[in-house]
DNA sequence: ACGCGCTCCGTAAACGTTTACGATACTAGG
DNA sequence: CCTAGTATCGTAAACGTTTACGGAGCGCGT
């Protein structure tokens, strides 16, 4: 062995171009599979990097093509979110990566504090440039972040529809849909007084969800009852009080639909608590986690989607907008609601005597 | 007025020492709080500053001091993780936040990828100097990451411990003592035949657990039966099949401990499918959420702790073994427990006939 | 022999900061 | 008036990359 073939902790690109011996900028070039370079010499650098476990420093590189090759995924996990959202991010950003890491971009997490206000969270990301583009979520019906990403000219994709930053590329699970379906089935039960769960917060999905179900009411001819659409968080806590709620109402609605699998746990307490079965007293569909909701006692009545696809789409869209990646993805939707199918339990099998 | 007041787009500090007329060495002084620079000055320049919406670019600071003010939370979101994790990161996230921010350090959470070696994952990011320290999660029982860490001469601690990494720094909650405890409860409910649930993977967690089951027992004087240690999963499905394990036992257990509290949803599915009511024919206890516990029917007696203050004493344990800021931390113990606090249900508060 | 094009490689500038060092002005003490 | 000391500031180098540019060597056609 001529000298030392240790790999000793490495310092740069100059080290391990002078341990080639070749020149620093040929060095980086090979690396980064630039054409003029000769196939042999390349091999020699791959190896040699290989072997003396080179890796770029970010930091220059960034600095001197004003780049990162790393994607940011904000996340806000307020109080409301860290209660109801489970693996929803986990799940989506495994669809994230499967896209991102063909193009040798990395996903982060950027998790909002919850003491710190958003836009100047994002404001404060954006500014330090530790990312080239951003995937939003838990979009605000009217979310200033849009335009402040618009305006930084930083490439942005949303994990959720906004009535801000119009034509802004999403993808979003179909609440609307899934509101409508939902009813209808329910209507097609004998239903006719059916209660609904919104969020609590100003997220863009409680709206749509929302009008999703207004619309299939009209729809049916059944007229629109304030009373009915029940503001709780998406927890167990809150399904408990939805069901406080329910009761509470001298016209008691025959069913309800939750935007959330897992408030059917506290629904469920809590009606039996007033000596109601769930499934056979009451209706209830829930939403978006069928394997979860098959193990409740009923079954709850559900609706299931691939978490991991949509971020596959939503990787998609991002990547479409980002210049140096758009020629791989051209035609590509720019918004897509992801459609969710229905997976049936016991939780709203009865039928009501008026239905025919 | 006189010029443009209006904030045009930041191109660097150069801009901004150019608007105010003086020296960018100075500007850079005085933004970083650098005792050498005329107060009236550190003034204009933080005005300016906020005025124009400068930030200092990471990329050019990070290169230049080494140091990038971002500390990485590695998890693995592995199949199980995704399954089972919920919100624990997010809220444990909300504490080391808490005490980061204090120092304006940043938290972003790197997510390996499923379909790569969370080793190699690590060592891209270690090598690509991207975060400053490293926080480690769901720690296996020999764990070569700690090496990785310790070789490369990167601060981190681990939330979970090892073998590996000898004496490394961590803070975790007390699976020993809560197993022991249940065990303690339950034997004092006059069972004697005892079945405890651990994870499929091999994450420490699950042995610490095991360990904590298995000493207990060992003071009661019971005899450990290994097939009373049923692996599943940490989710409904998971505790489905924990039931159907002990269904098919043939002394059948009067008890089980869950690691996880939402595998009670479907043990509880599977046992009352065999006509076996829970909390009345077999004792369960659970662990980790008392707020979703407390929701279950029956109600599952459960352990519960504060996953925000864990949090916030692994960011002590983190900040005290990186240089920069040990000396915030001098006397902090690098190894914590984490303590937790029994929430009785009804889910065990039966006894035995054969306890007096 | 000459010019041209091609392949491959070295040189050096540039990215935006921080910071060691020296320069300047001013104050105080003699 | 001179000097030392202090407060404040400007200058320039350095961090590790990438990349525009030019140069060397070579083959080939005229």
Same mark, same amino acid.
């Given at each position: 062995?001529?000298d030392?073939?240790?790999p000793?902790?490495?310092?740069?690109?100059?080290?391990l171009?002078?341990h $080639?011996?070749i020149?620093?900028?040929?060095v980086s070039r090979a690396l980064n599979?630039?054409?003029?370079?000769?196939?042999?010499?390349?091999?020699?650098?791959l @190896?040699?990097?290989?072997q003396?476990? #080179?890796v770029?420093?970010?930091?220059?590189?960034?600095?001197?093509?004003g780049?990162t090759n790393v994607i940011?995924?904000?996340?806000q996990s307020?109080r409301?979110?860290v209660?109801?959202s489970d693996n929803? &991010?986990?799940t989506?950003?495994?669809?994230l990566q499967s896209? &991102?890491?063909? /193009?040798?971009?990395?996903?982060i997490?950027?998790? =909002?504090?919850h003491d710190?206000?958003? #836009?100047?969270?994002?404001?404060?990301m954006v500014?330090?440039r530790?990312?080239?583009?951003?995937?939003?979520s838990?979009?605000?019906?009217?979310?200033?972040r849009f335009? $402040?990403?618009?305006k930084?000219?930083?490439p942005?994709?949303?994990?959720?529809?906004?009535l801000s930053g119009?034509? /802004?590329?999403?993808?979003?699970?179909?609440?609307?849909?899934v @509101?409508?379906?939902?009813?209808?089935?329910l209507?097609?039960h004998g /239903?006719?007084r059916i209660?609904?769960s919104?969020p609590?917060s100003?997220?863009n999905?409680?709206?749509v *969800?929302?009008e999703? #179900?207004?619309?299939? $009411?009209?729809r049916h001819?059944?007229?629109?009852?304030?009373a009915?659409?029940i503001r709780?968080?998406?927890?167990?806590?809150?399904? #408990?009080?939805?069901? %406080?709620?329910?009761l509470?109402l001298?016209?008691?609605?025959?069913?309800?639909?939750?935007?959330y699998?897992?408030?059917?746990?506290?629904?469920?307490?809590?009606?039996m608590?007033?000596?109601i079965?769930?499934g056979r %007293?009451?209706?209830?569909?829930? &939403?978006?986690?069928a394997?979860?909701a098959k193990f409740?006692?009923p079954a709850? +009545? =559900? *609706?299931?989607?691939?978490?991991?696809?949509l971020?596959?789409e939503?990787a998609?869209?991002?990547?479409?907008v980002?210049?140096?990646?758009s /020629?791989f993805?051209?035609?590509?939707?720019?918004?897509? +609601?992801w459609?969710?199918?229905l997976v049936?339990?016991?939780?709203?099998? &009865?039928y009501?005597?008026?239905?025919?």
């Amino acid at each position: 062995m001529v000298d030392g073939g240790k790999p000793r902790p490495m310092k740069g690109i100059r080290q391990l171009a002078e341990h $080639l011996d070749i020149s620093i900028g040929t060095v980086s070039r090979a690396l980064n599979g630039k054409p003029d370079v000769n196939e042999e010499t390349r091999k020699r650098v791959l @190896a040699a990097a290989e072997q003396l476990g #080179y890796v770029a420093n970010q930091s220059g590189r960034s600095l001197r093509q004003g780049t990162t090759n790393v994607i940011g995924l904000m996340i806000q996990s307020s109080r409301e979110t860290v209660e109801n959202s489970d693996n929803f &991010f986990l799940t989506v950003t495994g669809g994230l990566q499967s896209v &991102f890491s063909r /193009h040798n971009l990395d996903l982060i997490m950027l998790p =909002c504090p919850h003491d710190e206000d958003p #836009y100047e969270y994002l404001k404060r990301m954006v500014a330090r440039r530790i990312v080239d583009a951003l995937i939003l979520s838990e979009t605000q019906r009217v979310d200033k972040r849009f335009d $402040l990403l618009a305006k930084a000219k930083i490439p942005f994709a949303a994990l959720g529809r906004s009535l801000s930053g119009t034509q /802004h590329p999403w993808a979003d699970l179909d609440f609307d849909s899934v @509101a409508n379906s939902a009813v209808d089935r329910l209507v097609a039960h004998g /239903h006719r007084r059916i209660a609904i769960s919104v969020p609590t917060s100003d997220i863009n999905l409680g709206f749509v *969800f929302a009008e999703g #179900y207004r619309r299939a $009411l009209q729809r049916h001819g059944i007229p629109y009852d304030p009373a009915l659409v029940i503001r709780a968080q998406s927890s167990e806590q809150g399904g #408990y009080q939805v069901a %406080d709620e329910l009761l509470r109402l001298e016209d008691r609605p025959t069913a309800v639909i939750l935007i959330y699998e897992l408030m059917a746990i506290g629904l469920y307490r809590r009606v039996m608590e007033a000596g109601i079965i769930p499934g056979r %007293d009451i209706a209830v569909v829930g &939403f978006r986690e069928a394997p979860r909701a098959k193990f409740l006692q009923p079954a709850l +009545t =559900c *609706f299931r989607t691939s978490l991991h696809d949509l971020g596959v789409e939503l990787a998609e869209i991002l990547l479409s907008v980002m210049p140096a990646y758009s /020629h791989f993805y051209p035609d590509t939707n720019r918004q897509a +609601t992801w459609p969710l199918e229905l997976v049936p339990g016991e939780s709203d099998a &009865f039928y009501l005597p008026s239905a025919k």
